[in-house]
């Protein structure tokens, strides 16, 4: 026997006939494409007390066979619930009989006769779009099915609604939030009780669905039959025909009365947090201000201070330096030392005494110190000019006569 050109199974298909050539005729045809397993009787009883014992995936049966007919056979099957695909193929072409066939649940009526090759291979594409047929509705069904158990069991509050507010679906959760039943709520107008602040937002929402927007959510406050009052979070897709008509609604709610709460205390104590920061800032920002004050008042202290340190020390130079030359027998002794107390005063690396000439048109330098590891420029500083220091002379004849007042600058640098 030729095996099917595809892997899918064979289709399984019992055939009931009173005439055992066409029987046999009938078998050899389908099967020998390899896509049938094809099983035969010759009355319907004998069909009958197979079809319990195996499964076939279509029925073909001949309309005027003895003991019982192919519409009597066909009445019974439907009645014990039987849907298997069924075909009426018989020689009888009476307009009545088809219709009646029809009626009964038949899946096609198709009549002997004619080429033999052209009739098998109808009655094939016959059979095969019966037996997909039935496997289309099969599996729509059970995701029918299991779209409902799903739906049922959420606990989501799940309806489908006609734009007049006729229900058409309601889930379990939907019912019990408003405490009715699924048969008083579908086709019927029914609307909850939404919160008078929130009518406009909840009219102005379903306005804004479309076509092209036809999906959208929603926070609005609902009244319960027992007068509570519950925030719900609405999701609801509007469902358009070909031309956009608006054809129907369907809610996804979701109980976030709770939630909602939270976020309340929660903005409560944001804004309790927020009024605290403030007055943190506020105190915080004085208590910056008189840091401010208080660094200044201690830098003004500081430099006070350094400034009396520095006179204390100026006046402790004068004051050794004056006690140094009431004595005159160590006079150059003592130009040296107070040199010294002069130099290291200031942080310079030599200090001068200079010696005017005649008209102060030249100098000398007369007495030099220098600091560690500083080499003397004395025998570089004869005869200069005093055209050479200008400011230095001009502050002289102003009067500055304090000790560390000018600055000599030689090529190699000095105090005066």
């Known amino acids: 026997m030729p095996t099917p050109a595809t892997d899918e199974p064979r289709i399984s298909l019992l055939y009931v006939d009173d005439e055992p050539a066409l029987l046999e005729i009938a078998r050899l045809f389908l099967e020998r494409t390899g896509d049938y397993s094809v099983s035969t009787c010759d009355n319907a009883h004998e069909a009958l007390r197979i079809i319990p014992q195996e499964s076939f995936d279509a029925i073909i049966s001949d309309y005027q066979m003895p003991g019982c007919d192919g519409i009597s056979f066909l009445k019974y099957l439907r009645k014990i619930g039987n849907t298997t695909p069924f075909i009426i193929f018989t020689g009888r072409g009476r307009e009545d009989?088809?219709?009646?066939?029809?009626?009964?649940?038949?899946?096609?009526?198709?009549?002997?006769?004619?080429?033999?090759?052209?009739?098998?291979?109808?009655?094939?594409?016959?059979?095969?779009?019966?037996?997909?047929?039935?496997?289309?509705?099969?599996?729509?069904?059970?995701?029918?099915?299991?779209?409902?158990?799903?739906?049922?069991?959420?606990?989501?509050?799940?309806?489908?609604?006609?734009?007049?507010?006729?229900?058409?679906?309601?889930?379990?959760?939907?019912?019990?939030?408003?405490?009715?039943?699924?048969?008083?709520?579908?086709?019927s107008c029914f609307k909850s009780v939404i919160h008078p602040d929130d009518s406009r937002k909840v009219t102005r929402f379903f306005a804004t669905l479309t076509p092209d927007q036809p999906v959208g959510n929603l926070e609005q406050r609902i009244i319960l039959p027992d007068g509570r009052i519950i925030w719900h979070r609405v999701n609801t897709r509007a469902f358009f025909d070909e031309d956009g008509t608006l054809r129907e609604y369907q809610s996804v709610g979701r109980d976030i009365t709770e939630l909602m709460e939270r976020e309340r205390q929660l903005?409560?104590?944001?804004?309790?947090?927020?009024?605290?920061?403030?007055?943190?800032?506020?105190?915080?920002?004085?208590?910056?201000?008189?840091?401010?004050?208080?660094?200044?008042?201690?830098?003004?202290?500081?430099?006070?201070?350094?400034?009396?340190?520095?006179r204390y020390r100026f006046e402790e130079i004068v004051r050794q330096n004056v006690s140094?030359?009431?004595?005159?027998?160590?006079?150059?002794?003592?130009?040296?030392?107070?040199?010294?107390?002069?130099?290291t005063y200031c942080g310079a690396s030599r200090s001068y005494i200079f010696e005017f000439r005649g008209t102060e048109a030249f100098m000398d330098n007369t007495y030099e110190w220098c600091a560690e590891n500083v080499g003397p420029e004395i025998d570089n500083l004869q005869n200069l000019p005093t055209t050479l220091f200008p400011w230095w002379m001009a502050h002289l004849k102003n009067g500055g006569n304090d000790l560390y007042s000018g600055y000599l600058a030689p090529p190699t640098g000095g105090v005066g």
């Open 97 to 187: 009989v088809v219709i009646q066939a029809l009626n009964e649940g038949a899946d096609f009526y198709l009549q002997k006769g004619g080429d033999p090759q052209s009739q098998f291979a109808e009655l094939s594409n016959k059979i095969r779009y019966a037996v997909t047929r039935k496997a289309a509705e099969e599996a729509l069904r059970e995701s029918e099915d299991r779209y409902k158990n799903v739906v049922e069991t959420q606990t989501e509050f799940i309806c489908r609604f006609l734009p007049n507010g006729t229900h058409i679906f309601v889930n379990e959760a939907y019912c019990r939030l408003f405490n009715k039943r699924a048969e008083d709520l579908i086709g």
């Open 324 to 343: 140094r030359f009431i004595k005159t027998d160590t006079f150059d002794l003592n130009i040296m030392e107070a040199l010294a107390d002069i130099g």
């Open 267 to 310: 903005q409560d104590t944001n804004e309790e947090l927020h009024a605290a920061y403030e007055q943190l800032t506020a105190s915080e920002e004085e208590l910056r201000h008189n840091l401010e004050e208080l660094t200044e008042q201690e830098l003004a202290l500081r430099r006070k201070k350094k400034e009396l340190e520095e």
